[in-house]
Nanobody, 125 residues
Framework: QVQLVESGGGLVQAGGSLRLSCAASGRTFSSSGMGWFRQAPGKEREFVAAINWSGSSTYYTDSVQGRFTISRDNAKNTVYLQMNSLKPEDTAVYYC??????????????????WGQGTQVTVSS
């Protein structure tokens, strides 16, 4: 069993930065691929970034490439999403997710088994 708790969301002006954290409990965290997804009002949940178990492979959706960075610290059971140059269109609830099988990252929501409760990110223009 894995429990995920996100933090770090808030209100920021366009061009600003935020760092989201996802604290995980459970013995399988260090072997699991992790991802960040987001959902804006009236829209479907979308993939943002993913990282494999070791941190050696990362993936990003095109709209955040070069602005967001996903990383993990397995010793702290935590995955991060550093968000720079934020835009109003980044406004959404951001969710952390963990795969149930060890190893690789994934970019589709159905490939993740465990989900956090979400943290709100609001970017004002």
């Amino acid at each position: 069993q894995v429990q995920l708790v996100e933090s770090g969301g808030g209100l920021v002006q366009a061009g600003g930065s935020l760092r989201l954290s996802c604290a995980a409990s459970g013995r399988t965290f260090s072997s699991s691929g992790m991802g960040w997804f987001r959902q804006a009002p009236g829209k479907e949940r979308e993939f943002v970034a993913a990282i494999n178990w070791s941190g050696s492979s990362t993936y990003y959706t095109d709209s955040v490439q070069g602005r967001f960075t996903i990383s993990r610290d397995n010793a702290k059971n935590t995955v991060y999403l550093q968000m720079n140059s934020l835009k109003p269109e980044d406004t959404a609830v951001y969710y952390c997710a963990a795969r149930s099988m060890p190893g690789s990252a994934a970019t589709r929501a159905y490939e993740y088994y465990y989900w956090g409760q979400g943290t709100q990110v609001t970017v004002s223009s």
